[in-house]
C-alpha cells in the first residue's frame, strides 16, 4: 500500500492587530467540540474554554493605555524534539504528538485524570472535567456526532478541530485524492473569526497562507522569521504551531513574557 | 479425635503444619501417611475439579451470561439482496458524496423496492407493515459499532487503502439470514467487537476489532501503527 | 473419612487454586477487566450524539438587526452548528457570538413551548383556538367600546412584511398607536430628515473609506451590522493608508483597535463635531464647490462655527488639546474617502440630534456625502407593494385620534417615542392603552428606568406577548403566542444596519419547529379573518407563506436561491444639504441628570447582548472574570478615582443614581477617563434561564430617560452617580 509520506504540519497564525476580543472563536469552538457549560462560569481556574481569549495591557498610566486581546488555543507544541510538554508527561499515552500532522491529540476514554499534562502546560490549554457534563433538557440535540462528549474526571483541549481533517480526508479519499486544498481543512474559530484575524494550515506548505505569514524557520525549530510574528513564551522552547502576529513592540514583548530589565540585563 | 488436631490447636497456627511434621508420634506416623495420601488425591482431585469448573465458568458460562441475545428486528437476507443488486455491497452501502459512509441503510432506501410487498416472504411482509406503511426507522442492532470514541474512516480503508468488505466484516454478504445480535451487559457494545471466540482467539482478520488489532493491521500495512487522533475522537 | 480442619485448608486451598488456575486460564478475569475499563470510559449518562447524513441549509439571522447571513449544519433533522455563510454581501463567513450560540436558543430551557395564558400569577398551557378566541374576544370588544386607539403594539421594527401586517391589523382595526422600539437608526434617520429634507435610513461605504472618524461608535464593539464592521476593521488594519480614529471617554475594543484613541469628556462629542467644523472652515479644508452648490445656510453655519468653536474653546470643554483637534481636522479633510460617524456604543439608545447633525455636517464639509467611502442617504426597501387596508368608520375615526406616544405632533420628524409611551401611561389614572401587543422586543429589561417601564407595564389590562423567549417582558404579560425561533421560521429581513443600498434578506425555516410555536404573520392573518368586516377583507391572504410569496412576487426565487436581494435601482437622495437645522439647534444637548461627581456610562460588549434576547450560556461563558464574579458585576474606574474614593481592586460597592442603586464590584482600569465609572450592558437579567438569570445587575435600572431637544427620543449617555465602598 502506498503511504503518503510528506508531513504535514498544521498550524495557526493570529493578527493581534485585527483581533477585537469578540470571543466568537471561543463559542465556534464550545459549539463545534460539545465543550459543555455549567450555571457559573465565572470562576476560569474551572471554566473549560479550549481557545480562551486574555486581555492584557501595556500596565501605562491613562491616556497612554493600550489593550490586547490574545486568543489561546493549544498550541499543540512539537518540543525540541518532538515532545509537548504534556505528552511526555502522560503516563497513561493518553495524548501524543501526530507527526504526520503535528496536532497534539488527547483521547479522553484513555485519560484517567491525574492532570500532570495541566501542570507540564506552560499556556493553561488543558482543562480538567470537575463535573460530568449536564444539557439542560433538550438541549443535547445540538451535540455533534463529531466529537465524543467527555466524562466526570478527564483533561480536554484544542484539537485544531482535528475531526474537520478527518472528515475533509475522507471525502478526497473517496475523490480519489490524498491531498487536502488549504481551504479544505480550517478550524472552527478559523471560519468563524469575523475579524478574519485566525489564519490556519500547513506550516510546511510554503504555499500556505500561514506559512507565507510567519515564515517559520524549521532549523530553528519553527521560529518565525516575520519580525512581527512571536510566539508565546518563545525562549521555554515548546516550538509551539500557532504564531501570533503584531505591530505592536509592547504585545510581541508581552507575549514573549519578558520580565522586567531583561533586555537591558541581556545587553550587558 | 486425632491428636495431631489436637495438637494443632496447641501450636501457633502457622507453626502447626511444622511441628506436626518434625516430632509425629511414632504409633501414629502410618496413620498420617494414609491420610496424607487420601489428602492429598483429595486436593488434587478437588484441584482439578475446581479448574475444570473454573475453565467451564470461564469459557462457556461466563459468555453465557455476559452476552445478552437479541434478534434482529427482521430477519434480513443478505445473500438474495446481494443477487439482486448491481453494485454489490455498494449498492446498499454506500459513501455520501461529502466523504461520510452511510453505513446500515435508512428506510427511505428500501422504499425505494419495498414501497410495497414484492414477495411472500413473513419477513418482508413484516417490514413493509410494519415500518414502510408506518414510516418507522427499522432499530437495525449493529455488530460492528464501535463505542463513541472511536473515529472509523470507511473511507480511507475501502477507498484510499482499497480494501474489501470481508476483511472487517466477514462473510456476512454471503448470509442468508441475521445472526443474533449479543450485547455485552457491562459495555453495551456488540460481542463482535471483542469476537464469538471468547478467549480472543482469531482466525480470521475480522474475527475481532479491538484497539490492537487495529494497530497491527495498521503496523503492517502501513508501518507504524498511527496516532491516537487517527482512530480517535 | 473425616475431615478435620487441616484437610479444609489443604481442600480449600486446593481448590483456591484450582479456581485461580482455571480462572487465570480462562477469558474471564481478563475480559471483565477489559470491559469494566470499557464500562467506565463510556458512562451510560454521557450522552453519545446519533450520527446521520450531514446537510447545510442557509437562513438569514435574525437575533440582532445585523442581518448576517447563517448556514446551519445538520446531522439527519438535529441541528449541530450555526456558521457564517460564505460570500454572503454582509457577514462573508464570519459569525458573532451570539449568532453562533443560537442552537442554545432554538433547544434551550428558555423557549415558551406553547400558547400560555397567565392563571392566577402562573403561566398555564392552553390551545392555539382558544388562545386566539380570547384575543378576538377582547379586541371585539374595546372596537365595540369605540376605542380601537387604544389597541398598540411594541415592535422592534417597522419594516417587513411581518410588521407591516401588523401594521396593517391596526390601521385596518383603528388604532395608529404601532410603536417601534428606538435606536441611533432613528437618530439617523431624524438628523437625516432635517439636514436632507427626507426620511431614508443611512448608510456607510466603510469598505471603500480610508479615514473613519468615530464619536464613540463601537465599530469592533458591534456597532452596525457587527461582522461587517469587524470585516470593514481588519480592511483599515491591512492598509498603512487607512485609519481609524476613535474619540471616546473609555478605552474600549474599539478604540484599542483604533490608530489614535480621544479620550473626550462624555457628552461633549458634538462640541469636539463642531471645533473640527471650525478648523476645517478656518483653514478653507472643505469643498468650496460642493457647499456652493448643493448646500443651504453655510454662511451661518460658517459664522457660528468661527465664532464660537474655536479649537481653544473646544479643547476647554471636550478635554482634548487643541493641537490634537487641528491635528483630527487636518487628517479628515486630508483624507481621500474620510467618514465620520456617531451613536455610542453598539448604537442601540439613540443620541443628540445636535450630535448627529454635526457629526454629518462634517461628512457635507468634505464631500463625503453620498460619496464613495462616505455616507449615503439610503431609501427604504421599496417591495411591498399591498393596497392599502380597508377602513370602516371606526377605523377611520380611530386612526385620526392622536398617537398615544405623541410621536409626530410635538417632534413632527420623529415617527415612534416609546420613551413617551411609558410616561403616557403612568402619568394618567387608567392605562390609555387597552390591549398591547409586543413582539421582538423586551422594553421591560431594555428601556431605561427599568422600574418605571414595569409600572407601566402593569398598568395595561392586558398584554399579547409574541416571543419565543420567557424574557421580562413576557412574564409580564397575560398571553404569550409563541412565534417560531429565527431557525423555524419564514420572514423577510430588511436589512437596516447601514449598507449603503437597500438589502432585503430571506430568514428561511432551517428546522421544523421545535415547540408548539405558530408564525406571528399567521397569528394575525387568523385573527384578522376571525374579525369579519373591513378588517377581514384587508387581508386576502390564506397564511403568511402566501402573503409572503405575493408580496415579494419575481423576487422570491433570487431571495429563496441567495437569502438576499439588492435593490440594485435604488439611488441615493440627491437633496441639499441644509446646514439651517444645525444652526437653530446650536447646543442643543442631553446633560446627564443628578449632582454626583461620578459620571456613570454603560458599554457595550459583543459577549454580552443588549437587545431583546439575554446572552445564551456559551455566550455568558466568555464574560471575562473582571466584568462578571459569581453575581457580582464590576464597574470601571479610573485608579485614580478609585484612591479618592478609597477603592482598590475587587471591593464591592454601592453605586446609586437618582433612579436606583446596585451592588457592584470594582475593577481598576487605567483605559477610562478619571471621574467616570463605566457599567457592562447586558447583566442583571430576571428571565431567561439560571445561566443568565440574576447575574449582575441591569444598568437600566440606574439611568432614567433623558429626552432629547430636537427629537424627544431617549437620549441619556450617562447619569451623575455616587460610590460608595460596602
Known amino acids: ?268 | 479425635m486425632s491428636t495431631i488436631d489436637d495438637k494443632a490447636t496447641e501450636v501457633p497456627e502457622d507453626a502447626a503444619g511444622e511441628s506436626a511434621e518434625t516430632v509425629p508420634p511414632e504409633q501414629e506416623k502410618e496413620e498420617v501417611a494414609e491420610k496424607k495420601e487420601i489428602n492429598k488425591g483429595l486436593v488434587i482431585f478437588v484441584f482439578i475439579a475446581a479448574f475444570v469448573a473454573s475453565l467451564i465458568v470461564g469459557w462457556i458460562l461466563f459468555p453465557m451470561v455476559l452476552y445478552t441475545q437479541e434478534n434482529q428486528p427482521i430477519d434480513f437476507n443478505h445473500a438474495l439482496h446481494l443477487e439482486e443488486v448491481e453494485n454489490s455491497c455498494e449498492s446498499c452501502h454506500f459513501f455520501r458524496e461529502d466523504g461520510s459512509y452511510a453505513g446500515v441503510p435508512k428506510l427511505a432506501q428500501c422504499v425505494d423496492c419495498h414501497d410495497e410487498v414484492m414477495g411472500d416472504d413473513p419477513d418482508e411482509l413484516a417490514f413493509v407493515e410494519n415500518y414502510v406503511q408506518k414510516n418507522i426507522e427499522v432499530p437495525w442492532l449493529i455488530y460492528s459499532q464501535q463505542s463513541d470514541c472511536v473515529f472509523f474512516s470507511h473511507a480511507a480503508h475501502v477507498k484510499a487503502a482499497k480494501m474489501d468488505c470481508v476483511s472487517c466484516h466477514g462473510d456476512i454478504g454471503e448470509s442468508t439470514s441475521l445472526k443474533v445480535y449479543e450485547k455485552n451487559i457491562i459495555t453495551g457494545i456488540s460481542r463482535d467487537i471483542w469476537g464469538k471466540n471468547i478467549g480472543g482467539i482469531k482466525l480470521h482478520s475480522w474475527d475481532r476489532m479491538k484497539m490492537n488489532d487495529c494497530a497491527k493491521c495498521h503496523k503492517e500495512e502501513t508501518g507504524n501503527q498511527g496516532a491516537c487522533f487517527q482512530c480517535h475522537k | 473419612m473425616k475431615i478435620d480442619r487441616r484437610d479444609f485448608l489443604s481442600l480449600g486451598i486446593g481448590a483456591a487454586a484450582g479456581i485461580g488456575a482455571g480462572t487465570a486460564l480462562s477469558p474471564l478475569p481478563w475480559k471483565l477487566i477489559d470491559d469494566s475499563s470499557i464500562w467506565s470510559q463510556n458512562w451510560p449518562w454521557t450522552p453519545v450524539p446519533p450520527d446521520g447524513a450531514v446537510s447545510f441549509k442557509n437562513s438569514v439571522c435574525t437575533l440582532c438587526p445585523g442581518g448576517c447571513g447563517i448556514t446551519v449544519r445538520k446531522v439527519e433533522d438535529r441541528c449541530i452548528k450555526i456558521e457564517g455563510t460564505k460570500g454572503n454581501i454582509v457577514n462573508n463567513g464570519g459569525i458573532c457570538i451570539l449568532g453562533l450560540s443560537g442552537l442554545q436558543l432554538l433547544y434551550g430551557p428558555t423557549r415558551v413551548k406553547a400558547p400560555m395564558k397567565k392563571d392566577g400569577g402562573r403561566w398555564k398551557e392552553i390551545s392555539w383556538d382558544s388562545a386566539i378566541d380570547e384575543i378576538v374576544k377582547r379586541l371585539k370588544n374595546i372596537r365595540k367600546e369605540g376605542k380601537p386607539e387604544s389597541v398598540a403594539c411594541v415592535s422592534g421594527t417597522d419594516q417587513g412584511t411581518v410588521a407591516q401586517l401588523i401594521g396593517r391589523f391596526l390601521t385596518a382595526y383603528g388604532s395608529p398607536n404601532y410603536i417601534r422600539t428606538s435606536s441611533i437608526a432613528d437618530s439617523y434617520e431624524i438628523a437625516l430628515k432635517k439636514l436632507h429634507g427626507q426620511f431614508s435610513s443611512i448608510g456607510f461605504d466603510f469598505e471603500n473609506s480610508d479615514f473613519v472618524l468615530s464619536f464613540g461608535s463601537g465599530v469592533a464593539d458591534g456597532w452596525g451590522s457587527p461582522v461587517r464592521m469587524f470585516k470593514a476593521n481588519s480592511k483599515w488594519k491591512d492598509s498603512k493608508d487607512k485609519a481609524l480614529y476613535q474619540i471616546e471617554s473609555r478605552l474600549s475594543n474599539t478604540a484599542a483597535k483604533a490608530d489614535k484613541w480621544i479620550a473626550i469628556i462624555p457628552g461633549t462629542e458634538a462640541i469636539l463635531a463642531m471645533g473640527i467644523a471650525n478648523v476645517i472652515i478656518q483653514k478653507s479644508l472643505y469643498k468650496k464647490k460642493l457647499i456652493e452648490k448643493y448646500s443651504k445656510g453655510f454662511n451661518n453655519f460658517k459664522a457660528l462655527v468661527l465664532k464660537e468653536y474655536s479649537p481653544e474653546k473646544v479643547s476647554k470643554i471636550t478635554g482634548v488639546k487643541k493641537s490634537e483637534i487641528i491635528a483630527i481636522a487636518k487628517k479628515f479633510a486630508g483624507a481621500s474617502r474620510p467618514v465620520a460617524i456617531c451613536g455610542s456604543g453598539q448604537g442601540r439608545t439613540p443620541g443628540s440630534i445636535f450630535e448627529f447633525m454635526a457629526v454629518h455636517a462634517l461628512n457635507a464639509l468634505i464631500g463625503s456625502v453620498n460619496n464613495i467611502g462616505g455616507v449615503f442617504s439610503v431609501p427604504e426597501p421599496d417591495y411591498i407593494k399591498w393596497t392599502e387596508a380597508e377602513k370602516d368608520d371606526v377605523a377611520a375615526k380611530g386612526i385620526k385620534t392622536d398617537r398615544i406616544d405623541g410621536a409626530g405632533k410635538k417632534y413632527p420628524d420623529t415617527r415612534y417615542l416609546i420613551n413617551r409611551l411609558i410616561d403616557s401611561i403612568n402619568s394618567t389614572g387608567d392605562s390609555p392603552v387597552e390591549l398591547l401587543f409586543v413582539n421582538g422586543a423586551n422594553p421591560c429589561y431594555t428601556m431605561p428606568d427599568t422600574e418605571n417601564v414595569i409600572k407601566a407595564f402593569k398598568k395595561i389590562p392586558y398584554i399579547v406577548s409574541f416571543s419565543s423567549y420567557f424574557d421580562e417582558t413576557t412574564e409580564m404579560a397575560d398571553i404569550i403566542l409563541p412565534n417560531h425561533t429565527n431557525l423555524e421560521r419564514l420572514e423577510d429581513i430588511p436589512l437596516a444596519a447601514g449598507l449603503i443600498k437597500p438589502v432585503v434578506g430571506l430568514s428561511m425555516p432551517v428546522v421544523e419547529p421545535e415547540c408548539n410555536t405558530r408564525h406571528i404573520g399567521d397569528v394575525f392573518i387568523q385573527m384578522a379573518k376571525l374579525m369579519d368586516g373591513n378588517i377581514k377583507a384587508s387581508f386576502p391572504w390564506n397564511n403568511y407563506e402566501e402573503c409572503l410569496k405575493k408580496t415579494l412576487g419575481d423576487k422570491w426565487d433570487k431571495l429563496a436561491r441567495d437569502g438576499y436581494w439588492v435593490d440594485e435601482n435604488s439611488r441615493a437622495s440627491r437633496g441639499i444639504f441644509d446646514f439651517t437645522p444645525l444652526v437653530k439647534n446650536n447646543r442643543n444637548l442631553v446633560k446627564p441628570e443628578g449632582k454626583s461627581k461620578l459620571t456613570l456610562i454603560p458599554y457595550d460588549s459583543m459577549r454580552l447582548t443588549v437587545g431583546y434576547i439575554g446572552d445564551p450560556p456559551f455566550a455568558m461563558k466568555t464574560v471575562e472574570d473582571t466584568i462578571l464574579k459569581g453575581n457580582d458585576v464590576f464597574v470601571e474606574i479610573n485608579p485614580k478615582t478609585a484612591a479618592d474614593y478609597n477603592l482598590s481592586e475587587g471591593d464591592k460597592a454601592r453605586l446609586t443614581t437618582s433612579k436606583g442603586k446596585a451592588k457592584v464590584r470594582v475593577h481598576l482600569y487605567d483605559g477610562i477617563r478619571p471621574g467616570i465609572v463605566a457599567m457592562p450592558r447586558g447583566l442583571g437579567h430576571t428571565e431567561f434561564d439560571e445561566y443568565l438569570a440574576g447575574k449582575g445587575e441591569n444598568f437600566n435600572k440606574l439611568i432614567g430617560p433623558v429626552e432629547d431637544p430636537v427629537s424627544g427620543l431617549d437620549a441619556a449617555w450617562g447619569i451623575q452617580a455616587e460610590i460608595t465602598k460596602t
Open chain 1, 1 to 268: 500500500m502506498k503511504v503518503d509520506t510528506k508531513q504535514k504540519k498544521f498550524g495557526m497564525a493570529i493578527d493581534l492587530d485585527k483581533c477585537t476580543g469578540c470571543g466568537s472563536c471561543m463559542v465556534a469552538c464550545m459549539s463545534e467540540n460539545n465543550v459543555p457549560f455549567k450555571k457559573d462560569e465565572t470562576n476560569k481556574l474551572d471554566s473549560i474554554t479550549w481557545i480562551k481569549v486574555y486581555k492584557v495591557t501595556n500596565d501605562k498610566k491613562y491616556p497612554d493605555t493600550d489593550l490586547c486581546y490574545i486568543p489561546r488555543p493549544c498550541m499543540h507544541c512539537d518540543g525540541q524534539h518532538g515532545h509537548a510538554p504534556c505528552v511526555s508527561v502522560c503516563p497513561a499515552v493518553a495524548t501524543d504528538n501526530d507527526k504526520s500532522t503535528g496536532v497534539v491529540s488527547q483521547i479522553y476514554t484513555r485519560c484517567f485524570g491525574c492532570r500532570y499534562c495541566m501542570a507540564a502546560c506552560p499556556y493553561h490549554a488543558r482543562y480538567f472535567n470537575w463535573w460530568d457534563p449536564v444539557w439542560p433538557e433538550g438541549m443535547e440535540k445540538y451535540l455533534s456526532p463529531n466529537v465524543s462528549p467527555r466524562m466526570r474526571g478527564v483533561v480536554e483541549k484544542c484539537s485544531f478541530c482535528f475531526h474537520r481533517y478527518q472528515l475533509a480526508m475522507d471525502k478526497a479519499y473517496v475523490e480519489g485524492r490524498r491531498e487536502l486544498r488549504e481551504d479544505e481543512y480550517q478550524t472552527s474559530c478559523t471560519q468563524a473569526c469575523p475579524a478574519g484575524a485566525i489564519t490556519f494550515g500547513d506550516l510546511n506548505n510554503p504555499k500556505h497562507t500561514v506559512h507565507k505569514m510567519v515564515q517559520p524557520d524549521n532549523k530553528h525549530h519553527g521560529k518565525p522569521k516575520n519580525p512581527k510574528a512571536f510566539r508565546l513564551l518563545e525562549r521555554l522552547g515548546t516550538n509551539a504551531k500557532v504564531y501570533y502576529l503584531s505591530d505592536r513592540k509592547w504585545v510581541r514583548k508581552l507575549g514573549d513574557n519578558q520580565t522586567p530589565n531583561e533586555e537591558s540585563s541581556k545587553k550587558h
